[in-house]
């Protein structure tokens, strides 16, 4: 059942994408690792966290097109369950330093010392062992999701107005994280990490390893955004994003459904974040930023919103582009980057896969036959909602 799931979803685009990471996970090593340093083709170690940062940044995209591309959930806030998720992870990181920190303290980390604190605060608890924090890096950003889709859901808050409310969301744990008596490390937060898994978080086999973790929970969780897409449940939530009140009145328990795919992106975005700590080396309230879920609606804008591949390409593109005019031209980026978005909202409305999609469409001796006829008034409802493939949503089993 779960093989049929994964494989429900893989089409030539999937495949596309899946190739392209296998690839990375056997190249990147090999050219790190085993080729010599004086070689062309040698990677850095340096190259190499840097593209791992990148990779957490697309799950996090992709995490952010499943609600916003296939929902139209826009989210504002989605840096609030990528930071949670980091800090879990953080957490975990900071217990393995043990008697090794600044002040030799074998159970409190070394800021909590420094504030003259006497013990570990119960919320600290478990956090030494990798199995407990794993699973804190999915519970907590999920629970978070869960009971602020529930409220938000079923109060029918939509459009700008939940953009707004996800963006104070994650303003609120920002403020709340800067505080030096929550005890996650106030304005500096946590940093200076050692180990992991009893592996020297510096070492070059490590940071590989980390690389190739981040490739794998990136095609995983994008194969489990396929399979949902792919799946009836999928054509239920395209339904809701086209026309929810026709869906609603159809019988189906919309709120249900956005509740779903909102806590499984949190979850995604909050794998993101546990991978991206330990390659960063550092994980502060500054993760919170509004300005942070701001920059992931650009990426999925540029890439293609609703095609999950693109919000990949958008969020290793933007970046790769951020790294580049951060040094070259550091006083230019911000304007770059509003840039781009004004002209992707002008020009490029369906991002960079869909100007490739266009322009394929247009090329001599392209058919289009078995393409529904466009209707002036958007989608109609047979015995189903609409779907934007034509095909109406089966309301059993959905």
Known sequence: MLLRFFLLGLDRKAGIVLTILAVLAVAVPVMTLWVPADSPFHLSIF???LLGKYLCFALLALALDLV???????????AAFFALGGYAMGMYLMRQIGPRGVYGNPELPDFMVFLNWTELPWYWLGFDQFWFAAL??????????????????RSRVTGVYLSIITQALTFALLLAFFRNDMGFGGNNGLTDFKDILGYDIQANTTRVALFVATVAALALSYMIASGVIASKLGKVLVALRDAESRVRFMGYDTESYKLFAWT???????????????Q???INPSEFAPA??????????????????GAILGAVLVNMGKS???GALPELWLFALGGLF???????????????GQLAARMPGRKTAGLPPTLPNGPTLSNGPTLSNGHAADQKGA
């Open 47 to 49: 190259t190499v966290s």
């Open 68 to 78: 916003w591309g296939y929902c139209g959930i826009l989210s504002l806030g989605h």
């Open 136 to 153: 804190m890096v999915l519970l907590v950003p999920g629970l978070l999701a869960f009971a602020f889709g529930w409220f938000a859901f």
């Open 264 to 278: 499984l992106s949190a979850c995604m975005a909050g794998v993101a974040g546990a991978l991206y700590v330990p």
């Open 280 to 282: 960063v080396g550092i």
């Open 292 to 309: 942070s879920s701001i920059e992931a609606v650009i990426w999925v804008a540029v890439g293609g919103r609703g095609t999950l591949a």
């Open 324 to 326: 580049y005019f951060t």
């Open 342 to 356: 004004v002209a992707v909202t002008l020009f490029l409305p369906k991002g960079l896969l869909g100007l490739w």
